[in-house]
């Protein structure tokens, strides 16, 4: 910082600087850019290379602002919107962001209830397994509908969620009602279904995660080795003692783990062996111009062919056409799911999707 600017720490990660006699935006704008530069540099801590993320909001005295309340109101909407893009940035506050966050803090006002008013929905995608060429099990997509709203968009109320903690009661609501409905499909007859269910950060590093799945199988009278925990690459790769602690215990329990998006980012080999995973998900976006795309088949196949040298089930997201499945077949992946297959929907209809299923695997008599 310049000799002139004041740094203070507001509490927990929260920091303010005090820029003063700041000429103009440009000036602004390099400060803001050399700061961001500096906190993401790497640093060395006991023999460890570490790396922090940083989101920067301005506010701008009196445009954004007339009082100290004001201004730390417009900073903080701005750096939310920093954080909303990706971290490692910064942002100017703008009127458009005044209307977003009142907004936001609407939307967040109308979550807090939506279990209370039974809002949100459950869509199933299903899981094909490439060898049996039968539906082995389904994945749980969160959905809300909100009687004025609509449909809202996931991608809109689970960054919320995440970010207010709502995410953790509403991921046990949803662990519940994922298991009952597994338990309805074996009442009505229908071969047991691996069900996933996928996990946020925020979900995975709650200290009640265990217990929680352990309850929703308890309450419901599922086996454990039905239900898959679906968590990120990023997720794997954060807190490691934690992540090894907890993948143990849900390993303990006989709950399955798949690694999600896989094939997105990285991750090491090395770290893939050192955790108890079961199955390795492959990204939706390997599957996209797979036929005009050398390099995402070669990364496919690579993926396959770990899976197979590691001994877990491999499934490919995101496939759409039949094309995409003959290649999947040809690579001997064990399982696919996408639109090809069929698109999420409500345990009603998926219902019916299991009975024709049934219907078709009935031989006739000779």
């Not at 530069?37 to 006991?46: C, D, G």
């Not at 790769?237 to 215990?249: E, F, N, P």
């Not at 396959?304 to 040809?330: N, P």
Request: contains cysteine; aromatic residues 6%; glycine residues 4%.
């Amino acid at each position: 910082m310049r000799l002139d600017d004041v740094v203070a720490r507001l509490g927990g990660d929260e920091f303010v600087v005090l820029c003063q006699e700041a000429s103009d935006l440009k000036q602004i704008d390099a400060v803001a850019a050399r700061m961001v530069r500096s906190l993401t540099a790497p640093l060395q801590l006991l023999d460890h290379e570490c790396r922090v993320s940083a989101s920067v909001g301005i506010a701008i005295f009196p445009i954004d602002g007339d009082s100290e309340r004001a201004l730390m109101k417009s900073a903080d909407t701005a750096m939310y919107t920093a954080k909303q893009e990706g971290k490692n940035n910064y942002r100017f506050f703008s009127s458009r962001l005044k209307t977003e966050s009142l907004e936001r803090v609407l939307l967040e006002n109308e979550l807090r209830h939506a279990i209370a008013r039974n809002e949100f929905l459950i869509h199933y995608l299903a899981k094909f397994d490439l060898k049996t060429r039968s539906i082995s099990g389904a994945e749980a997509l969160l959905r809300w509908h909100h009687p004025d709203l609509g449909i809202i968009a996931p991608a809109r109320f689970i960054p919320l969620a995440e970010e207010t903690g709502l995410i953790v009661p509403i991921g046990a609501w949803m662990l519940k009602a994922v298991c009952a409905q597994h338990m309805a499909w074996q009442r009505e007859g229908f071969p047991s279904l691996c069900m996933s269910v996928n996990l946020a950060p925020r979900q995975f590093h709650d200290e009640h995660l265990v217990a929680t799945v352990l309850s929703a199988l308890a309450e419901s009278g599922m086996a454990a080795n039905m239900l898959e925990l679906e968590i990120s690459e990023a997720t794997l790769m954060q807190d490691s003692q934690h992540t090894a602690a907890t993948l143990a215990s849900l390993r303990r329990s006989g709950v399955r783990v798949a690694i999600d998006n896989f094939g997105a980012s990285y991750v090491s080999l090395a770290n893939i062996q050192r955790y108890p995973i079961n199955t390795l998900k492959i990204d939706r976006s390997l599957m996209r111009d797979m036929d005009q795309n050398a390099e995402n088949r070669l990364i496919t196949e690579a993926i396959i062919a770990l899976g197979k040298s590691l001994s877990v089930t491999v499934i490919a997201a995101g496939v759409e056409t039949r094309r995409q499945a003959a290649f999947l077949r040809e690579q001997a992946c064990d399982a696919m799911q996408g639109f090809y297959v069929n698109e999420p929907s409500v345990a009603a209809d998926f219902t019916r999707l299991l009975h024709h299923q049934a219907q078709m695997c009935v031989r006739k008599p000779e």
